[in-house]
């Protein structure tokens, strides 16, 4: 044989071996400390742009608000450094609540060395409500003075307003950077109100007419360099604003910060203790720009950790942060978030002992787990803050008739749909807002009643579910909507005669189509975001965007904005209960279940409580080597 | 093809091939068993309604994840409810609701032929009250024909049911069923887009090759550029397109589902390698003698095509076929892995295998659940791909000399 | 051959280009926007979104600035992951799916080409039977079916290996071994047939006769051209294996690029899915330019003319 003739044989073996050999030098770390499975790919780790839990536990060891809250019972931490407080050392309330003083602690310090100024905090909270910043939880700076408004950029505007106008960039600038700032107050609205349609907003341009110093100005929001065209009689700007300085956030000096709010918002604290209210850093994020600022090398965090290492759809690698002011009390020094989306994957590598920490075993092994004898020591399921529901699209044929929803709803057999679908520990749910939500009980839905629930459907006109269209019951892809969805269409069809079909959807497309009202039975879920009843009730009310049922009743929306302002604590729980009474007695929606956090810890892990809000911040726990010794909140009951 | 030689009569020539091929494959007893299995397997398919064989959609759930058995149960039986108590499903049910939905239909004489919202409803209410008592069992939505053969194995069986040989899946339904209902879509989805595909790849193909020079390579040059398109993407963008509520309507008043969708996308997108595959066997035919005598004798050009071309491809696009039909199954099968499949009460073996994917972990394996629609799939595939490389061998004059 | 490069580089260009335009059309057709999520925004700032997206633009224009991005090789920010711009994702995520494929794909090759060759010299006995059976179940079942039975076998009965991760060597076997299954079946019966027709042309008699040992023959004289059909299956596969796999990917929890391939699709990650198709179609259209080009090599009857 000849060399020649087997050259590109050669070659080619060579390759594919130094290929192999290449994977298998692949970057190496040594184990982290603690490593636990979190899911999913975060979005991001800047605060303000993101709503997810994932996204919640890796900023939480990232960054720190001026409050904390218990890792135990998720309210804020009044106490000194081992309880683990926030940035604030201490505050003041004002009589009528609607005022608190913050004071920072000295020895707050960013990771570069910087001390943490309640500029820091101010400058944060108007990069949050910015409209050019598009937070999602942005509603949570709603109940500052004037946030809303704020936030709302020109919808809300009216002639009179003192308003700033954000100028565009200079060519080559950072988005992150603040454009100059024109002051003025707001004469005019060219047209005052813009259409709700997106194409239809496209093809009009905005004008809004400004007296600057004594000078009538008028800008429209547009910017010539990416191609927009600017009027001639007009100056284009990036943004349209209420002066920030009427939202009602104010520093006194370099430790003290005063926030307003618009009623008295008993969860403001647990508010400022979650992390889209978290500040960063303003010199990181304008000198690196976005995405570069959230580097390793370059981001700047005041939290208990900094990042050491991230490889996406493998894991963040959190190490400590030697600035923390706390930091003799930070016992883990290095964390992994794994992000790990089928359950049986994660379950194995929990099982192996790759992971120490899994949100939810597969949902046909929970019972298995639950009893399990003798109890396992790292799984124990406990009530959580969170409603499993369907809603109706109330414009949609037959479910523009309530009887029809109400026999709908008398059909279920939730029994039934958790011992067989959800298969876990999870209780029936008769309400909107779970049991656990301090100061409130719920009314409740009338239970299942299948003759009942015939009888209204034929009062609607469906006798034996004759004549009925077929229904469409939408859900997010994922085997457990789906074998709840299999279940409720089994149950429709065998109490009520009616053809039930199933649609699922990726989470874009299935946002999308419950955004456009394009479903018949949707599923949701709703986890609460503060341990108030507010959080689930006002989702329906007529314009909030998260309704999607086209369900609106005056007397709803009356009563719950009367809790909105109402201060006496009984009152506003009663104006409460009218509210959901009236909700459940029209069905937009109904409850299935309420939720149990399913979490699998190893008994090595300390730190780590059940409470209402599955909440589990990584600063709060450690590793306990010695043997024999369990966790104690993961200990599962004798059954 | 030197073998057959130079000859006018192609016909003869054909047949002569498909018969020696013929008795080549009843000799190789494996490609027999293949055989025995893919009849049984489209059989079995065919006439699944026919099969004493539980309802698919019957959900027990008191029977969840119950592993196989022989033992026979009351609940395995079809049954409706007739006022709060569990009767048999008959024949004389069958009819009452039969009746009943005939009186309804009375009433459409009644009706203006105008008012089509009311129209609607009650052309509704008639197929609601026909599919009923099989609705009730725990059958899916049936056509005529379904539900005909469905009544042929009432009397035949009566409403008894082969207990649950494989078991029972999560919510309490029969595995054994799911399995047989499972290959009617799977099987017919990768029929129909193996045609479509075809349809495509053999027209393109032929067309191709037979005219050549630019034609040729302006039609290759298109095929090739085609290649480089990563159609899972193809796929899934059209499928979430056309799955969208407005399109989705519009399309259902054609008839067409999901279903449908998927197997034209998939066979629009199967045709490429066909129409390779049969452009280079007319290349190499189109210089066979014959086709230049039909030529001579001043036969058109698309009889030429027809009539002598594409009789002659036939083997290669047999064989193709038989290898086409696999990747199809299997493709559906990811499809349902990522949840774009088919939607329940429907039922493949691609969702089948998919659910079963879940159980299998260490603490737990339902291996029903997985095994069985495994078993279904390797072994249609296994015999597919067995019988295809049998009829290649057998059509390939090549290989007769092959020890 | 210079000139032959240079016509398939136009080629590539025209390709990519049609590629894209098709991909750019049924991304910006499809329902739901990049940026939904549970939070619903208010319309002003949805608005300023559309504008950051560009979407407030007419498809024209939208397309025509997409294209400048991607001549310039800027193909933006991903809408999920936002803190990684596309060109980082697919620099940071490729190379594992890229290792992994080569690792899948040398254990398929050389078990495909060593059962296959030895079942087309055995043919019809015991051994051919059972090699192709073999194969056969390779390609009759779904991945993910033969995955999951992997990891309760590897992972669990015989605990040798991790369950998923990424991270040393032990990481990739289990992987590797489901992800190149089913290349292994399919080159073994292509390598199977190749062989077959090889082995009953003159030529090979004619060594036969010349008395050539059997090994002598098959790994001299009718290898070389047997491995052709392998070679243009290979072409095609290695862009596919070595872009990842979805399934393998996602149940072993690997940072590779296949779960974004399928998945930027379903989450209406328009920059993502533009990113990876455009790397796609390269790889896929280099592989199979240097498919043709191995003909030259493979097979003396076939010269530069032919393959271009």
């Not at chain 2, 005598?293 to 083997?315: L, T």
């Not at chain 3, 990842?244 to 989450?267: C, M, R, T």
Request: glycine residues 6%; contains cysteine; proline residues 7%.
């Amino acid at each position: 044989m000849k060399l020649r003739n087997n050259l590109p044989a050669i070659v080619l073996v060579t390759l594919l071996l130094g290929g192999v050999a290449w994977s298998l030098t692949a970057s190496r770390l040594p184990p982290a400390d603690f490593t636990f499975n979190n899911h999913t790919e975060i979005k991001t780790v800047d605060p303000a742009l993101v709503s997810g839990q994932p996204e919640g536990r890796v900023i939480n060891g990232l960054f720190e608000g001026l409050v904390r809250l218990t890792p135990q019972e998720r309210l804020p931490v009044t106490g000194g450094p081992e309880e683990w407080p926030g940035t604030a050392e201490r505050w003041e309330i004002s009589e009528d609540q609607k005022t608190y003083t913050f004071h920072i602690r000295e020895d707050a310090r960013w990771s570069n060395g910087d001390p943490v100024t309640a500029e820091d905090y101010r400058y944060s909270m108007r990069r949050f409500l910015s409209p050019i910043t598009a937070a999602e939880y942005a509603k949570q700076g709603w109940y500052l003075k004037n946030g809303k408004k704020y936030n709302s950029a020109g919808a809300y505007l009216e002639p009179g307003d003192r308003v700033e106008v954000e100028l565009n960039l200079k060519p080559g600038e950072h988005e992150t950077r603040i454009g100059q700032l024109v002051k003025g107050v707001l004469v005019r609205k060219d047209p005052p109100e813009m259409p709700e349609d997106e194409e239809e907003r496209d093809k009009i341009t905005q004008r809004f007419y400004i007296d600057v110093d004594g000078e009538e100005r008028c800008y429209v929001i547009g910017d010539a360099s990416r191609g927009d065209e600017i009027p001639n009689d007009a100056e284009p700007c990036r943004m349209v604003t209420l002066d920030f300085d009427e939202v009602g956030i104010r520093v006194v000096d370099d430790r003290t910060l005063v926030t307003e709010l618009e009623n008295p918002t008993p969860f403001w604290l647990q508010l400022l203790g979650f992390y889209p209210l978290f500040p960063v850093h303003r010199g990181c994020l304008e000198e690196h720009g976005a995405p570069d600022w959230t580097r390793p090398e370059n981001i700047v965090t005041n939290g208990p950790y900094r990042i050491g290492f991230r490889r996406p759809r493998d894991r963040v690698r959190l190490v400590k942060n030697e600035s923390y002011w706390n930091k003799d009390n930070v016992r883990l020094e290095t964390i992994d978030a794994l992000c790990v989306e089928k359950s049986t994957t994660s379950l194995n590598m929990y099982m192996l002992g790759d992971v120490d920490w899994i949100e939810e075993p597969p949902p046909n092994l929970i019972r298995e787990f639950m009893n399990a004898d003798p109890p396992r020591d790292d799984f124990n399921p406990a009530p959580q803050l969170g409603t499993y529901y369907y809603k109706f699209n109330v414009e949609r044929g037959p479910l523009a008739d309530k009887r029809v929803r109400q026999a709908l709803a008398l059909a279920l057999d939730r029994e039934e749909i958790i011992r067989t679908a959800v298969r876990g520990p999870q209780k029936p749910g008769y309400s909107l807002v779970p049991p656990g939500v301090v100061g409130y009980t719920s009314p409740e839905i009338p239970h299942s009643d299948p003759q009942r629930a015939r009888e209204l459907l034929a009062e609607a006109g469906y006798p034996g579910g004759q004549g009925f269209e077929s229904l469409e019951i939408l859900y997010n892809t994922h085997e457990a909507h789906k074998a709840v969805a299999e279940l409720v269409r089994k149950q429709w069809q065998r109490e009520l005669g009616i053809t039930v079909t199933l649609r699922n959807e990726a989470w874009p497309a299935y946002q999308d189509r419950l955004r456009m009202s394009q479903f018949d039975v949707g599923r949701q879920a709703w986890i609460a975001d503060y341990n108030d009843a507010n959080t689930f009730l006002d989702m329906y009310v007529s314009d909030n965007e998260n309704n999607q049922t086209n369900w609106a009743n005056d007397e709803y929306d009356r009563l719950i904005s009367a809790a909105e302002a109402e201060s006496d604590e009984q009152k506003r729980a009663e104006l409460l209960y009218q509210a959901e009474e009236i909700l459940l007695d029209e069905v937009p929606l109904v409850p299935i279940y309420y939720y149990f956090s399913r979490n699998m810890v190893k008994p090595h892990v300390r730190g780590f409580y059940n409470n209402l809000q599955d909440f589990h911040p990584l600063h709060a726990m450690w590793i306990d080597d010695e043997p024999g010794v369990v966790n104690e909140y993961m200990q599962g009951a004798e059954r | 093809m030197q073998n057959t030689g130079p000859q006018p009569e192609t016909p003869r020539i054909g047949k002569s091939l498909w018969s020696d091929a013929w008795g080549k494959l009843l000799r190789n007893r494996l490609a027999v068993a293949c055989m025995v299995v893919l009849a049984l397997v489209a059989s079995g398919a065919f006439l699944t309604p026919l099969l004493p064989l539980q309802p698919s959609d019957k959900a027990v759930t008191s029977r969840d994840f119950e592993p196989p058995t022989f033992r026979h149960q009351p609940s395995d039986n079809l049954q409706v409810r007739r006022n709060d108590e569990v009767v048999p499903l008959t024949l004389v049910v069958i009819a009452e609701a039969d009746a009943k939905a005939e009186k309804v239909e009375q009433q459409l004489a009644d009706i203006d032929s105008g008012d089509h919202e009311r129209r609607k409803r009650v052309l509704n209410s008639i197929e609601d009250v026909r599919q009923r008592p099989y609705l009730e069992a725990g059958f899916t939505n049936m056509g005529p024909f379904s539900r005909w053969m469905t009544r042929m194995r009432l009397r035949i069986f009566g409403n008894w049911s082969i207990p649950s040989l494989c078991g029972r899946d999560s919510l309490g339904r029969d595995v054994l069923s799911r399995v047989f209902w499972g290959a009617r879509v799977s099987i017919i989805v990768s029929i129909v887009a193996t045609l479509v595909s075809l349809v495509i790849g053999v027209s393109y193909g032929s067309i191709s090759g037979y005219f050549g020079g630019t034609v040729d390579g302006v039609m290759m040059r298109i095929v090739d550029v085609l290649y480089s398109v990563p159609f899972i993407f193809v796929v899934i963008f059209l499928l979430t397109i056309l799955g969208e509520e407005q399109t989705k309507k519009q399309l259902a008043e054609y008839g067409i589902d999901r279903i449908t969708i998927f197997y034209v996308v998939v066979g629009a997108i199967y045709w490429l390698t066909m129409a390779r595959v049969v452009r280079g066997q007319v290349l190499s035919l189109k210089k066979e003698l014959y086709v230049e005598a039909a030529r001579a004798q001043g036969a058109g050009q698309m009889e030429i095509i027809a009539r002598h071309i594409v009789p002659n491809v036939m083997s290669v696009v047999i064989v193709y076929l038989t290898l086409t039909i696999p990747r199809v199954m299997l493709f559906e099968a990811f499809l349902s892995f990522l949840g774009l499949g088919v939607e329940s009460p429907d039922v493949s073996w691609g969702m089948l295998a998919s659910e079963g994917l879940d159980v299998i972990n260490p603490v737990r394996t339902y291996w029903w659940l997985v095994v069985f629609p495994s078993i279904a799939i390797g072994l249609t595939l296994f015999a597919l791909n067995f019988f295809g490389d049998a009829l290649r061998d057998a059509l390939d004059p090549k290989l007769r000399e092959g020890r | 051959m210079i000139a032959y490069f240079a016509k398939r580089f136009v080629w590539l260009l025209i390709t990519v280009w049609v590629v894209f335009t098709v991909t750019w059309i049924l991304a910006n057709n499809s329902p739901g926007n990049p940026f939904t999520s549970e939070k619903s925004f208010p319309p002003e700032i949805e608005a300023n979104l559309r504008r950051r997206y560009n979407l407030d633009k007419p498809p024209l224009v939208r397309y025509t600035l997409d294209l400048g991005n991607l001549v310039r090789g800027d193909m933006g920010v991903s809408t999920k992951q936002v803190d990684f711009t596309v060109n980082e994702l697919i620099s940071l995520c490729w190379p594992v799916s890229a290792a992994l494929g080569l690792a899948a794909l040398a254990w398929a090759a050389v078990v495909g080409l060593v059962a296959g060759v030895v079942s087309a010299s055995r043919r019809g006995t015991l051994a051919d039977l059972s090699l192709m059976s073999l194969a056969t179940v390779g390609i009759a079942l779904p991945n993910f079916v033969i995955a999951g039975f992997a990891i309760l076998l590897f992972s669990f009965l015989i605990p040798l290996l991790p369950p998923a991760g990424w991270g040393s060597p032990r990481y990739l076997l289990l992987p590797a071994f489901c992800l190149g299954a089913p290349y292994a079946a399919y080159i073994a019966r292509i390598a199977r047939t190749g062989m077959l027709d090889v082995l009953s042309q003159d030529y090979i008699r004619t060594a036969r006769a010349k008395g050539l040992s059997r090994l002598a023959v098959i790994m001299k004289h009718a290898l070389p051209t047997a491995v052709i059909p392998v070679v243009s299956f290979l072409g095609p596969a290695v862009a596919g294996i070595i872009t990842g796999s979805l399934v393998i990917e996602k149940v072993f929890a690997i940072p590779g690029i296949g779960y974004s391939f399928v998945q930027s699709a379903i989450d209406n990650d328009t920059p993502m899915a533009m990113g990876i198709v455009v790397l796609y179609t390269i790889l896929l259209f280099t592989m199979n330019t240097l498919v043709d080009a191995a003909y030259t090599w493979l097979d003396p009857r076939v010269s530069w003319e032919d393959v271009s």
